[in-house]
């Protein structure tokens, strides 16, 4: 079965340091989401890409926040410097299709990193 | 922005059908309405799709009303398996946006 592959799975780090979390999207997908989870704020959308190209990332924290798509079967989030409130588990989600219009895509989701910032 | 109105929590037994509603009474004609659930310690997964027509696939059935502004998800017999938050998204944008969801609850 083709799946959504995130690595690591959990990362406990201190405050200050850089965290970069990866995303393997199921080949042939050409839309890349970065979601953030947490209880308080529940599934928040970060950025997405499509055909590697950053179509929207007004849901991130500019400052210590990037995402990028260094080629097709990678997706990288990054936080410098981290924060105790960026503790969240964070989901890659990949997709077929323009998602535009009406959407009638599907989204599939990795198992996300679970991020605790001390 | 795209929103639906869904409750909180529901509580089913197993075996039996579950009936979870979903408000989108601002939809508008092109708008697919979207269902994801989401079991204990996993990313989202999808459920169904539909844009006026009920659907039906293995894991549930779509029930969308006629005029559309709202949809109905149905399990026909839970299972404990079944337990999870279960998102109702319109497709409006360029993207999935989630809200809060309803919390099912299956007792054995």
């Known amino acids: 079965d083709a799946r959504v592959t995130q690595t690591p799975r959990h990362k406990v780090t201190e405050m200050g340091q850089e965290v970069t979390m990866r995303c393997q999207p199921i080949l042939g997908h050409n839309t890349v989401f970065w979601y953030r989870q947490t209880m308080m704020q529940g599934l928040e959308l970060l950025a997405y890409f499509r055909n590697r190209a950053p179509l929207d990332d007004s849901g991130m924290p500019k400052d210590r926040f990037s995402a990028e798509m260094p080629d097709a079967t990678l997706a990288t989030l990054k936080i410098q410097p981290s924060e105790p409130r960026d503790s969240a588990v964070y989901f890659c989600?990949?997709?077929?299709?323009?998602?535009?219009?009406?959407?009638?895509?599907?989204?599939?989701f990795g198992s996300g990193t679970q991020l605790s910032v001390l | 922005d795209a929103k639906t109105t869904q409750p909180n929590s529901m509580e089913s037994n197993e075996e039996e059908p579950v009936h979870l509603p979903c408000n989108h009474s601002?939809?508008?004609?092109?708008?697919?309405i979207h269902w994801y659930r989401q079991l204990p310690s996993q990313g989202p997964e999808y459920v169904i799709h539909g844009l006026t027509s009920n659907v039906n696939n293995r894991m549930a059935s779509l029930a969308i009303a006629e005029d559309r502004k709202s949809s109905t998800l149905i399990l026909h017999r839970a299972t404990l398996r079944d337990a999870a938050v279960y998102y109702c998204?319109?497709?409006?944008?360029?993207?999935?946006?989630f809200g809060t969801g309803t919390l099912l609850a299956v007792q054995p």
């Open positions: 601002t939809i508008s004609g092109t708008d697919y």
């Open positions: 989600a990949s997709g077929l299709g323009l998602f535009q219009g009406s959407g009638d895509e599907k989204l599939f």
């Open positions: 998204i319109r497709g409006a944008t360029n993207k999935l946006i």
